[in-house]
């Protein structure tokens, strides 16, 4: 077999490889740049539209009161500041909660169907979220706290429980995994029902959060999560490298010196923490975390060190997308955003369920 | 160096093999040959420490395997596994790349350093001209190179290789097999693989350990374990020894 010869020229090529990182700060500048523009579009949109130029004047002149100011409304920074801007903040961080706990989940059950909605993790987060609140736990001492902590470990009970069930000696076929999904995430919702329908009229206004209605409003959701989610999302990115191990296999990654089931626990709690976290404060919300990593793995491949963070800021445009597209379809009506993601992200599911045998971009 | 010492190892309780000892020295290429379900592939994978072995019954450079961090297993022994499952769309190079997983933490990201590990290691494997090439459009023997460079690229002193010339036919079979004893011969890796064919056994192999009934049957040079009197009984079938015309070595026939 001819040795190949050293070419100084080709290795540093390798090294460095130009092409690539230039493409892939494209991909970046994309998402971040799609991400704003609907970001911006969500603030403008609504009952009383802004039009984009008194936007950024109004954007800038509570920052800095002066001559700028001048024409804007008070009503108007008003509305922008206590209505607008937590609402499109709220939905921006959960779409890149569901949209990364997914991408994380796909690669840790290296299965191309799996997203805290369909496994279940959803309705289970939703459960402990609801038991809180049936125990008026938000008024005890631990606080806004309470209703994600209980999230969380719904979630991970969930989730614990669906992959005893799932795992089919050491592998965890899609088809197992979405059936233990269904089951449990049934008999969640179920249990999460019979709270709702037994307890006293203050739940009411949770069966609207179910359904991913955004009725909290303010900045106080925001803020109470914002810790979670930064802290989450930043280790799920930082994780991808013992991501890309696993989609090895467990024996492989064992063998190249991974502590395999350490990355596994610690990928699990964090997603589940992360997706429990957007459960608590949106509702369930199905499908971005599906969807989003799926066409990111088609535009930007498979590399989880970018496919995490690039569907983190994926998953907040989408979601951002549904969201103007629930309140401008049926304006004034609002539809639940878990509705329009539903029956857009339906359909692409059972498309992939389809095609699963041949996924090549897998 | 690669020692067995008395080890017993199964799946679940119950052994497989007992009381295998065996050493590969540094140089050294070490066959593994039986019939099927004898318990080959469990060899390599109690070496490796995948399977629960007694304390001290398997070491790598005086190291007990059972008792290394994950890390220091996968700086000590690469393995290059039957039918390796391999996500296809990630490239070549990135594949080899992986074989620095030892080297950083979790957190850790691959430096310029590892790139030139990864891509000096392809050289030794003549792959580099697959680097941007996905693996899973690569044949069967580019497979099996670039995973060979992957575990260059790991700098373990121990390599295991379970199989690698199952599915690939004669002219891979030849060239992984070459790669493979030049790379025991020149990097002094200490080399432990399962083979079928006990024709590239005769002409590769510096020894040979032959399993039968749950422990070695015959261990060493190739015209020892390779004849009629020692393999009929193990394959149970009428076996003929003869010369390869051109190697001169051992060439076994039904």
Not at chain 1, 34 to 55: D, E, K, N, Q, R
Not at chain 2, 70 to 85: F, H, L, M, T
Request: include cysteine.
């Amino acid at each position: 077999m001819a040795r190949s010869s050293t070419d100084p020229l080709t290795l540093s090529a390798a090294i460095a490889r130009p092409a690539r990182r230039l493409r892939q700060a494209a991909d970046w500048a994309w998402a971040a740049g799609a991400l704003l523009l609907l970001a911006g579009l969500s603030v403008a949109l609504g009952t009383v539209p802004i039009p984009p130029g008194m936007l950024i004047r109004a954007l800038v002149a509570a920052l800095f009161p002066g001559p700028l100011s001048a024409g804007v409304p008070e009503t108007l920074t008003t509305i922008l500041y206590q209505i607008r801007l937590p609402h499109t903040a709220l939905i921006a961080l959960t779409g890149m909660a569901l949209a990364g706990s997914g991408a994380a989940y796909q690669g840790l059950f290296r299965n191309p169907l799996a997203d805290p909605y369909i496994i279940g993790v959803a309705s289970g987060a939703g459960l402990g979220a609801v038991v809180a609140m049936a125990l008026h736990w938000p008024t005890s001492l631990l606080g806004t706290a309470a209703i994600p902590l209980a999230a969380f470990v719904g979630a991970m009970v969930t989730v614990g429980a669906v992959v005893q069930i799932a795992r089919v000696s050491h592998a965890m076929p899609a088809t197992t995994l979405i059936l233990a999904g269904v089951g449990i995430g049934s008999f969640m919702s179920a249990a999460t029902s019979l709270i709702l329908m037994t307890s006293s009229d203050q739940l009411h206004r949770a069966i609207g959060w179910m359904l991913g209605g955004f009725s909290l409003g303010g900045w106080k959701p925001v803020l109470a999560s914002l810790p979670y989610l930064v802290v989450g999302l930043s280790l799920l990115s930082l994780l991808g490298g013992p991501l890309n191990v696993l989609q090895f296999g467990d024996e492989q990654a064992l063998q190249l010196g991974l502590d395999v089931e350490r990355v596994k626990l610690v990928v699990v709690v964090v997603a589940s923490l992360v997706a429990a976290t957007a459960v608590a404060f949106s509702g369930i919300i199905g499908f971005v975390g599906l969807v989003v990593p799926h066409i990111g793995r088609l535009l930007w491949g498979t590399d989880y060190r970018r496919l995490i963070p690039l569907a983190v800021l994926g998953g907040g445009a989408a979601l951002l997308a549904a969201d103007i597209l629930a309140r401008t379809l049926l304006a004034p009506r609002v539809i639940p955003v878990g509705i329009v993601t539903a029956i857009l992200g339906a359909p692409f599911f059972l498309w992939l369920l389809r095609r699963a045998k041949g996924l090549r971009h897998w | 160096m690669l020692r067995l010492t008395r080890a017993t190892f199964g799946y679940g309780g119950r052994p497989i093999l007992q009381g295998v000892s065996l050493q590969v020295r540094p140089g050294e290429l070490v066959a593994v040959v039986g019939p099927n379900g004898v318990g080959k592939s469990t060899l390599v994978k109690a070496c490796c420490g995948l399977l629960k072995t007694a304390p001290g019954a398997v070491t790598i450079d005086g190291q007990d395997v059972s008792k290394m961090r994950p890390r220091d297993r996968g700086r000590g022994v690469a393995v290059i596994p039957q039918a390796a499952s391999l996500p296809e769309a990630f490239p070549a190079m990135d594949v080899v790349v992986l074989g620095r997983t030892p080297y950083h933490g979790w957190l850790g990201r691959e430096s310029g350093q590892d790139r030139t590990i990864a891509w000096r290691a392809m050289e030794r494997t003549s792959t580099t001209h697959l680097a941007e090439r996905t693996i899973g459009e690569l044949s069967g023997g580019e497979q099996q190179r670039v995973l060979i460079a992957r575990a260059l690229a790991q700098a373990a002193r121990v390599l295991l290789l379970d199989e690698p010339t199952a599915h690939l036919d004669l002219r891979f079979q030849d060239e992984v097999l070459r790669l493979v004893r030049s790379l025991a011969t020149e990097e002094r890796l200490a080399v432990l693989l399962t083979l079928h064919d006990l024709n590239l056994v005769g002409r590769f192999a510096d020894r040979v350990i032959l399993l039968s009934n749950g422990s070695i049957c015959k261990q060493g040079v190739p015209s020892e374990v390779l004849t009629p009197a020692v393999l009929a009984p193990v394959y149970g079938i009428e076996i003929h020894v003869t010369r390869h015309p051109i190697h001169g070595t051992p060439l076994v026939l039904a």
